[in-house]
């Protein structure tokens, strides 16, 4: 593909470019297709696997897709505390998809992490870049609407 | 250099540039490792092999830190001892270890039937390599006896769904040889590490079949494989192996050192032998995996059958030969026909020959291989006689800088060559391919030359009109010879513009490749069979060969056909040309052999293989003796007595009237010739199957049935003996000094008078290859060699069928669209001179458009019709119903 070609080309067709090449197509794919894989070992002659191999160590790379829009259940302390894990459980039933999934239509890709820094807002979801805090399991779908 | 360093308080002496490990292993110094492979580059990943050295901190491992002069390195001490066990124990936590540790063990071969209720691999019984595992011997060294971490069983399935090999990855230490190997030594990059952490595994890209990713099944990675992880399907319940022998492989012209592991009196697979020549311990599929199964093959001919009232009766060799030779008796003359496989040894080939040249009295000799048609033969003697050429090696490709492969794809045919020219291409050697096809060589091309197919005679004469006109080089204008100048000439009558027509090669890139040939200085031109199947190849074979002559530093050597097609030609398997590639109508020396021989010689070429099979038709040859394979065919029924000598049944073995089994080349004592001329030696290592006998046995008793002299053979090495005496080219061969490595035959050639730089006759004619008009597509054939004999290997060589692509017909995208076929359906095509066939498709870019690629199967009906090289231009259409499509 000639986009791929472009961008390998950007970081002078060495393999040592790898990475920023992979970042790069992630940035513009959401994830890593298979062909796009493929195309840059190619490119690039080096074998697929060797391409695969570094795709898969760096959990910044994805290769299955992602949602439209991504939602970062914190599960920190005071979250916890506050039944961080009851909205996480209510998401997973809504969505029908597990932590780390994401949803059949690509709307939603769902995550936990580890505190988000702004424990006063406790329990704290945290979807695209907005904050939304002191939620419950009513509230949190009714912030989902927003998002197409 | 020589350093002195210091292991365990022994002085030792070492080479800059070693290891400590590998100066400590030279002194006879053990030091545990596991990731450590003599043939690959050191990881230090298995930190099995840390030691202490004086004046630097911490342990490093001493697979990768070089010998220093006044190291003082300890490699046993109570410290490392115990870090050591750590690290096992460690990496034995993701290992299944019952076997191991098991307080039984001692007991253990003595009650190794036992069978135990437990998990697939969790047993010392249900490993493949109970018994040769690197592991349980570092146990034992280390004197592991309880492993304080807990187990983490990865719980992986066993991958069995590729043919040849079986993955077991839950038994993987991941050490990385696997990966190693297959990216430093092999090229294929199949293999690789993925993911991270405790959850790293080896693995294919996106955890594909091998067969999906491309993966050649070399066999590279289950060799070096520790633990029982990778383990062959053939040979993983064979049991430990008891000894092994070496020998040479049997199927193509490079001619592979083979260590054969046996169990009792039974072969459990063959490998590699390591550091030995030609191939330095690598080998291709099909030594790897496709020997053992041949020769314990069930349907191997184990007793003389002679033909009764339409049925085949078992018989004694007695009355089997007495009938032979009754019969043969009455056939005398020009009327008998004697086929040689291209797979007898040399010793087969002289008593063969002499038989159906002294005690038949014909003339009719053939070896049945694609390749072995006079166009193609002739012109090779021919070089040989007037330039006699130097020896040319597999180690030639790793001097050369520059490589040209012309013609043909390596990679199927001899992968073992094609690897050598991967590994001088990684090392910096510029490659040349020329090919109508995208061959896995020409991937790796600095250039790639795609000539309209069917005559390379046409880009050969741009290339050396490039070379004569356009470059004033003083070292080109040397010698002065008649040829010379005739050539000169020629050229200059040689139309540019016509040839990039009419090769669909521009002159901008001929030009480039003409550059390139004159800016290196070591030149090696491989042939491949793409050049020796056209019909021009012999001139093809001329213009290469004056082309090496111009380039001065070039050497050339041809990489075509199977494992002994050399010895074979060498010891006059061919009608016209006597042992040691002397031609009949050399009256001298015929008359040397006759005296030798005893009896006259019938003289003058009259068929090469493919006519000889056609003069059955005519009725002028009425009776066969075969010992090579004839594909199946409707003329043979013309024949009134054939005599089949082989390893297995041939398919139209109702029209044969006696079958002989004859030894697989494991069973027999020999000599063979591969592509460089070296002669090597077969070892007898297996007992003879059944009754099956030595070809040469069984061709000098029906000789003496017949009651000839002069066939007294006791065993082969009589025949080399003789073959030494009266064959003036072997004078100089003491056949003693055939040791492992084999002897040269271009060493010891007689003396011969050396014409410097003559050249050859070269025709720069174009001759008319226009499309007729109906059949807008050009045919590629190529034979495929996965062949022993009669026997095909992709029939009786389980997973072979998965991997070849013989008898499929490959087809560009785009003229797939056009005719609305997709891979594996059915196609028909038809050449304007009557040559018709029908079988699958492959859609690939590999083809270029408005041209087909077919690999014949040497035991496909058709081959002997492609055999002559004229089938050029075709229709193809898609075969509506494709049921009976193979």
Same mark, same amino acid.
């Given at each position: 593909m000639k986009w791929i070609r472009k961008i390998v080309e950007k970081y002078g067709?060495?393999?040592?470019g790898l990475i920023p090449i992979l970042q790069d197509v992630q940035k513009i794919k959401g994830y890593l297709p298979e062909e796009g894989i493929s195309d840059i070992a190619a490119e690039l002659k080096i074998p697929i696997a060797r391409v695969y191999s570094l795709a898969t160590f760096y959990?910044?790379?994805?290769?299955i897709p992602r949602g439209r829009h991504s939602i970062h259940v914190c599960l920190g302390t005071a979250c916890h505390v506050r039944g961080g894990a009851k909205i996480m459980d209510r998401l997973e039933q809504d969505l029908g998809v597990r932590s780390g999934e994401t949803t059949q239509d690509g709307r939603f890709t769902v995550e936990s992490v580890r505190?988000? !820094?702004?424990?006063?807002?406790?329990p704290v979801v945290v979807i695209d870049d907005d904050f939304h805090g002191k939620l419950n399991q009513k509230k949190v779908i009714q912030v989902l609407k927003k998002y197409e | 250099m020589a350093i002195t360093l210091k292991i365990d308080n022994k002085e030792i002496k070492a080479k800059t540039g070693m290891s400590v490990l590998e100066a400590a292993r030279q002194a006879d110094i053990y030091i545990p490792t596991l990731c450590?492979?003599?043939?690959l580059n050191p990881s !230090?990943? *298995?930190?099995?092999c840390i030691v202490e050295i004086k004046g630097v901190r911490g342990y490093p491992t001493a697979c990768t830190i070089p010998a220093e002069e006044g190291m003082v390195v300890q490699t046993n001490t109570q410290r490392l001892r115990s870090l050591r066990c750590q690290i096992l124990e460690l990496i034995l936590s993701e290992h299944p270890y019952t076997c191991l540790v098991c307080d039984k063990r001692e007991g253990c071969d003595e009650w190794m039937g036992t069978i135990r209720k437990v998990g697939i691999t969790t047993s010392c019984q249900t490993c493949?390599?109970?018994?040769?595992?690197e592991l349980q011997n570092l146990v034992q060294y280390l004197g592991i006896?309880?492993?304080a971490f807990p187990i983490n069983y990865r719980g992986y399935p066993v991958e069995q769904?590729?043919?040849f090999f079986d993955r077991d990855?839950?038994?993987?230490?991941?050490?990385g040889r696997c990966v190693r190997v297959c990216?430093?030594?092999?090229?294929?990059?199949?293999l690789n590490f993925h993911y991270?952490?405790?959850r790293t595994v080896v693995g294919t890209a996106f955890g594909k079949s091998h067969l999906e990713v491309g *993966?050649?099944?070399?066999g590279a990675c289950v060799d070096v *494989?520790?633990? !029982?992880?990778l383990a062959g399907k053939a040979d993983?319940?064979?049991?430990?192996?008891?000894q092994t022998q070496h020998s040479i492989c049997p199927?193509?012209?490079?001619?592979c050192s083979l260590d054969y592991h046996l169990r009792g009196n039974r072969i459990i697979k063959s490998v590699p032998a390591q550091g030995?020549?030609?191939n330095q311990g690598q080998v291709c599929v099909r030594g790897r995996f496709a020997v053992a199964d041949l020769v314990n093959?069930?349907?191997?001919?184990k007793k003389p059958l002679v033909k009764r009232n339409k049925q085949w009766i078992e018989t004694s060799w007695e009355e089997a030969l007495d009938r032979i030779a009754e019969q043969f008796v009455r056939y005398r003359g020009d009327g008998f026909g004697l086929v040689v496989s291209p797979n007898n040894t040399v010793e087969d080939a002289y008593v063969l020959q002499k038989f159906g040249r002294?005690?038949?009295?014909?003339?009719?000799l053939a070896v049945s291989?694609?390749?072995?048609?006079s166009r193609w033969v002739d012109s090779l003697v021919e070089i040989e006689k007037i330039h006699p050429p130097h020896t040319v090696t597999l180690g030639d490709i790793d001097q050369a800088s520059l490589i040209l492969v012309w013609g043909g794809d390596l990679s199927v045919s001899h992968p073992i060559a094609a690897l050598r020219v991967k590994q001088a291409v990684h090392r910096g050697a510029k490659l040349i391919v020329i090919d109508p096809r995208k061959t896995k060589l020409a991937e790796l091309a600095d250039m790639h030359l795609q000539p309209n197919?069917?005559?390379d005679s046409l880009l050969l004469s741009g290339l050396m009109k490039l070379i004569f006109e356009n470059?004033?080089?003083?070292?080109? =204008?040397?010698p002065q010879s008649p040829e010379w100048n005739d050539l000169t000439n020629k050229l200059k009558k040689v139309n540019l513009s016509l040839i990039e027509e009419k090769t669909g090669i521009p002159r901008n890139q001929m030009e480039e490749l003409v550059d390139l040939l004159f800016h290196h200085q070591r030149i090696l031109i491989l042939v491949g069979s793409g050049l020796a199947l056209q019909a021009s190849a012999s001139n093809g074979l001329f213009g290469l060969f004056n082309l090496s002559v111009v380039l001065k530093h070039a050497k050339m050597v041809p990489i075509v056909g199977e494992s002994n097609l050399a010895g074979c030609l060498e010891m006059?398997?061919?009608? %016209?040309l006597l042992p040691g590639? &002397?031609?009949?109508?050399e009256e001298s020396a015929r008359k040397k052999f006759e005296k030798s021989w005893g009896l006259s010689i019938q003289g003058e070429r009259s068929y090469d293989f493919t006519e000889l099979v056609q003069q059955i038709e005519g009725g002028k040859i009425k009776t066969l003796y075969v010992t090579g394979e004839i594909p199946p065919?409707?003329?043979?029924?013309?024949?009134?007595y054939i005599v089949v000598q082989s390893v297995f049944r041939p398919?139209?073995?109702?029209?044969?009237d006696v079958l002989l089994p004859a030894a697989h080349p494991a069973e027999i004592d020999g000599t063979v010739v591969n592509f460089e001329k070296r002669l090597q030696r077969l070892r007898?290592?297996?007992?003879?199957?059944?009754?099956s006998k030595p070809d040469w046995w069984i061709c000098s008793q029906i000789a003496q049935k017949m009651?000839?002299?002069?066939?007294?053979?006791?065993?082969s090495s009589d025949i080399l003996n003789e073959i030494h005496s009266i064959v003036p080219r072997y004078s100089?061969?003491?056949?003693?000094? &055939?040791?492992?490595?084999g002897l040269f035959l271009l060493d010891f050639k007689s003396n011969q008078k050396k014409k410097s730089c003559s050249i050859f006759h070269f025709d720069v004619a174009i001759r008319n290859h226009e499309k007729p008009k109906g059949y807008p597509y050009t045919l590629i054939i190529d034979v495929g060699i996965s062949h022993f004999r009669n026997a095909s290997l992709i029939e009786?060589? =389980? %997973?072979m069928e998965r991997i070849g692509s013989e008898g499929k017909v490959e087809i560009h995208p785009k003229d797939a669209e056009r005719l609305h076929v997709s891979t594996g359906e059915c196609v028909q095509i038809k050449s304007n001179n009557g040559f018709q066939f029908e079988g699958p498709v492959i859609v690939t870019d590999r083809i270029p458009q408005k041209s087909l690629y077919l690999l014949l199967d040497?035991? =496909?009906?058709?081959v002997l019709e492609c055999f002559?090289?004229? &089938?050029h231009f075709v229709k193809i259409k898609k075969v509506a119903d494709d049921s009976d499509c193979r």
């Open positions: 067709k060495k393999e040592s959990k910044a790379f994805r290769l505190c988000v !820094g702004c424990c006063g807002l406790a | 450590h492979h003599p043939q !230090g990943s *298995c930190r099995l493949p390599k109970s018994g040769a595992c006896e309880e492993i769904k590729d043919p990855y839950n038994l993987c230490i991941l050490c990216n430093e030594v092999r090229y294929n990059g199949t991270r952490g405790d *993966c050649a099944f070399c *494989c520790p633990t !029982g992880a993983k319940w064979e049991g430990c192996s008891e199927y193509c012209a490079v001619g030995k020549s030609p093959h069930p349907t191997r001919l002294v005690a038949m009295q014909s003339r009719h291989s694609p390749f072995a048609h197919p069917v005559d470059r004033s080089d003083p070292s080109l =204008s040397g006059g398997c061919m009608s %016209g590639l &002397i031609s009949v109508n065919t409707d003329i043979l029924k013309k024949c009134h398919e139209w073995a109702d029209w044969a007898r290592i297996h007992r003879q199957t059944g009754l009651g000839f002299s002069g066939f007294s053979y006791k065993k100089g061969l003491i056949p003693s000094k &055939i040791k492992e490595k009786k060589v =389980s %997973g040497k035991k =496909s009906p058709h002559k090289g004229n &089938i």
